[in-house]
């Protein structure tokens, strides 16, 4: 689990910002992937996290994007749901 929570804005489809807490980063099969929950979601109980791939710009600088592949959104879904779960334990 992330130490802090770190704040991230992104910028939707739309053009309009929309502000994350950063809850996690897991690697799956040599590949890490940000776990981020909206902030206007905080107060519900069953807020929806969503998962983006990490990779590396030109300038060898963090970026996060969607994850394309069903299988491997999957794979990576169930991996943070065992964290979950052992967190539970």
């Keep these: 689990m992330v130490e802090n929570e770190e704040k991230i804005v992104l910028i939707d489809e739309d053009g309009e ?3 994350f807490i950063l809850i ?15 902030l206007d979601n905080l107060e519900e109980e069953e807020a929806e996290a969503i998962i983006l791939k990490i990779g590396k710009d ?28 052992q967190d539970e334990e």
């Design 58 to 85: 030109e300038n060898d600088e963090d970026i996060l994007y969607d994850i394309e592949d069903d299988e491997e959104w999957e794979k990576v879904a169930d991996r943070w749901q065992e964290l979950i779960e």
């Design 17 to 19: 910002e929309q502000e």
């Design 24 to 38: 996690d980063v897991i690697e799956v099969d040599n590949q890490e992937y940000a776990i981020l929950e909206p």
